[in-house]
């Protein structure tokens, strides 16, 4: 069974794929993966330096992220290159780690920009974790990140309408953690259901 988990920025989406891990979903979390296919010593991370040049290199050896963002942020036709680039080695990992999953498991794909690619679709259901604005500006200035930057991060990304027209499940993330794990142990239920039923 394949369930797209998504939600927006600050949202709590992390901590529901835990949780649901945690109950033997197995998580691909597709961030994670366009970064693994991009490590040093993999063709990934040697296109990427053929492509944009040895300035997105820092000097840990590694791709150096944020001199790579400002090239593709507002230069479609570069971060058409990059996607191109990253995309398909994310596609086959993603079909390596689907085999050894084994047909009977439920699959949890973590993908925060579903809706805005249009990856519904590919689904068996999609899980949309939600909270309030507040709430993920909160949580994303505990982690650093200035309410200006959460801001133009969320600008960008699909509305609570938008990602609530595609869910399948719909968490809200305004609670405490034994309610979200109550909410997660009761989607758990339900997926088990429909995955032994279809």
Same mark, same amino acid.
């Given at each position: 069974?394949?369930?797209?988990?998504?939600?927006?920025?600050?949202?709590?989406?992390?901590?529901?794929?835990?949780?649901?891990?945690?109950?033997?979903?197995?998580?691909?979390?597709?961030?994670?993966?366009?970064?693994?296919?991009?490590?040093?010593?993999?063709?990934?991370?040697?296109?990427?330096?053929?492509?944009?040049?040895?300035?997105?290199?820092?000097?840990?050896?590694?791709? @150096? %992220?944020? !001199?790579?963002? #400002?090239?593709?942020?507002?230069?479609? $036709?570069?971060?058409?290159? *990059?996607? =191109?680039?990253?995309?398909?080695?994310?596609?086959?990992?993603?079909?390596?780690?689907?085999?050894?999953?084994?047909?009977?498991?439920?699959?949890?794909?973590?993908?925060?920009?579903?809706?805005?690619?249009?990856?519904?679709?590919?689904?068996?259901?999609?899980?949309?974790?939600?909270?309030?604005?507040?709430?993920?500006?909160?949580?994303?200035?505990?982690?650093?990140?200035?309410?200006?930057?959460?801001? @133009? %991060?969320? !600008?960008?990304? #699909?509305?609570?309408?938008?990602?609530? $027209?595609?869910?399948?499940? *719909?968490? =809200?993330?305004?609670?405490?953690?034994?309610?979200?794990?109550?909410?997660?142990?009761?989607?758990?239920?339900?997926?088990?259901?429909?995955?032994?039923?279809?």
């Amino acid at each position: 069974m394949r369930v797209g988990l998504t939600g927006g920025v600050g949202s709590g989406k992390s901590t529901v794929a835990r949780l649901l891990a945690d109950h033997g979903a197995v998580v691909i979390d597709a961030d994670a993966l366009a970064r693994e296919v991009v490590e040093p010593g993999t063709p990934g991370f040697d296109a990427v330096v053929a492509e944009f040049g040895d300035d997105v290199v820092g000097p840990d050896g590694r791709l @150096d %992220r944020p !001199a790579l963002a #400002a090239i593709v942020f507002n230069d479609e $036709a570069r971060r058409t290159a *990059l996607n =191109g680039i990253v995309h398909p080695l994310v596609g086959k990992r993603t079909a390596e780690l689907m085999a050894e999953a084994g047909e009977d498991a439920i699959v949890v794909f973590d993908i925060p920009l579903l809706v805005e690619s249009n990856l519904a679709a590919g689904f068996d259901t999609v899980l949309v974790v939600e909270a309030p604005v507040d709430t993920r500006l909160a949580r994303l200035a505990e982690r650093g990140m200035a309410e200006a930057d959460a801001r @133009d %991060r969320m !600008a960008v990304q #699909a509305s609570d309408e938008q990602r609530r $027209a595609v869910a399948g499940e *719909l968490i =809200g993330n305004d609670g405490s953690l034994e309610e979200l794990s109550a909410q997660v142990d009761a989607v758990w239920e339900r997926l088990v259901a429909a995955a032994f039923t279809a």
